[in-house]
């Protein structure tokens, strides 16, 4: 009677565990994002979306979703739908379970390598095999049936989704498919297991990464990594640099991986002109007047109002305060994980004139996300403007050299990048 009651108890907090949300909740959710979309998503007419449709489609099915991991991959594949960096669905991890395979993949020069393992797949998937297939299927069939479910772009799809593969509840079984560096084709099953409990063996890169802001100079040439952790003040730790930048010849800026937000600022490129006050680029934001609305009814100067796709422009304006000029040549490194305010950085010193980018083409986007709460600690970020240099609008940066390591480079942890860059700088 005891083990019974005791199934029943367990049995019953699993459900309150997995099923919080009420229906109203649910509905309350979605109407939440499908608003905030409708009147404040920058390319909500550009990308042609039904969104009305698939509003009305989800609302119909929400009785459906019987747990509320199910309600919020609903969500996120609805404002997947863009395929925008700044616009999806954060869902805690207490909700949704994953936790990531014992396998680290790596796409570059249109293939997928392994570079990383757990110390107990270490003697059977050597390091820089190729990915052929998982479960049977060739692995890019796999990306590509994932791709409506996640965010991410076009152009960067293969490099994010080949993570997201992995990524899935314990317990998760996978059987994978690979050629090894010698050629020889094998076949190897691995489980999804709680992170806490194992440790990866090695895992290849090749390039250096910095939590915090670095500064040093190679060759007579100053290297700035803003790092990955929120700096309170990145000007700051820029301009305690700028002294010893003068002095070099040239300078890289290593924005690889560089997720924006508060640990770089683009108003640092305020310091490489001699102007005073500073005019980068312009933004595009939605325009809500219900005034203008309803005038749109009658008058076609409001036309856009009343078709919900008025906009208004504003100007970023950064002011110099100190009488500082650095005048050497410049070099952005970039890559498909470089988003937000790094893009921003980048375009920054594109309206200047001044940069030579190398790399892989960003993320994609600088556009500034609107944070929607949403139940048991979710919540949605949708983007807001659109961003325009030089008579252009940007969606992603695309380098001036497109460059990326080969699977060699990133064995013998060699930096092709940099090293192009330091070459670039040294004709100077």
């Known amino acids: ?57 989800n609302i119909n099915k929400i009785d459906s979703f019987k747990t509320d991991k199910e309600y919020f991959e609903m969500l996120s594949k609805f404002l997947a739908v863009f395929h925008e960096g700044h616009t999806y669905v954060y869902t805690p991890k207490e909700i949704h379970k994953k936790v990531g395979a014992k396998i680290w993949p790596l796409y570059t020069h249109n293939k997928i390598y392994i570079i990383g393992v757990g110390k107990e797949l270490k003697d059977k998937i050597p390091l820089g095999s190729e990915l052929l297939k998982v479960n049977g299927i060739d692995i890019f069939s796999c990306l590509d049936g994932l791709y409506e479910d996640f965010y991410y772009a076009e152009h960067v799809k293969y490099h994010h989704l080949i993570r997201e593969v992995f990524y899935d509840v314990v317990g998760t079984k996978y059987e994978i498919q690979f050629k090894a560096p010698n050629s020889i084709v094998n ?29 040093e100079i190679m060759d007579d040439i100053s290297y700035v990594n803003f790092g990955t952790n929120l700096n309170p003040d990145p000007i700051k730790s820029f301009e305690s640099v700028i002294d010893s930048i003068q002095k070099t010849k040239g300078i890289i800026f290593d924005l690889r991986g560089n997720r924006g937000g508060a640990c770089i600022r683009s108003e640092i490129s305020k310091y490489f002109t001699a102007d005073s006050i500073f005019h980068p680029y312009s933004v595009q934001v939605r325009v809500n007047n219900s005034y203008r609305r309803a005038s749109g009814q009658f008058n076609e100067n409001y036309t856009n109002f009343y078709q919900n796709n008025a906009f208004k422009s504003d100007t970023a304006v950064f002011k110099k305060e100190k009488d500082i000029t650095i005048n050497i040549p410049v070099v952005i490194l970039v890559n498909e994980s470089t988003i937000s305010e790094a893009e921003s950085f980048i375009i920054c010193f594109r309206a200047l004139d001044k940069a030579y980018v190398i790399g892989k083409p960003s993320q994609g986007s600088a556009t500034y996300p609107l944070i929607i709460k949403l139940p048991l600690g979710a919540y949605a970020k949708i983007a807001t403007q659109r961003v325009y240099c030089n008579g252009k609008m940007y969606t992603y940066i695309e380098p001036d050299l497109e460059l990326e390591p080969t699977i060699e480079d990133v064995l013998n942890g060699y930096d092709v990048v940099l090293v192009k860059a330091l070459t670039y700088l040294n004709q100077f």
Do not use: A, C
Not at 188 to 200: F, G, L, P, Q
């Open 187 to 215: 076949t190897v099953n691995i489980e999804v297991t709680d992170t806490d409990t194992w440790d990866w063996d090695e895992i290849k890169f090749s390039r250096k990464s910095y939590k915090d802001f670095h500064f």
């Open 1 to 57: 009677m005891k083990i019974t009651y005791l199934i029943i108890l367990l049995l019953f907090s699993f459900n309150i565990f997995s099923q919080q949300l009420t229906r109203t909740d649910k509905i309350k959710g979605l109407s939440q994002i499908w608003k905030e979309v409708e009147y404040n998503y920058p390319n909500y007419k550009l990308q042609n979306v039904g969104w009305d449709s698939l509003y009305y489609s």
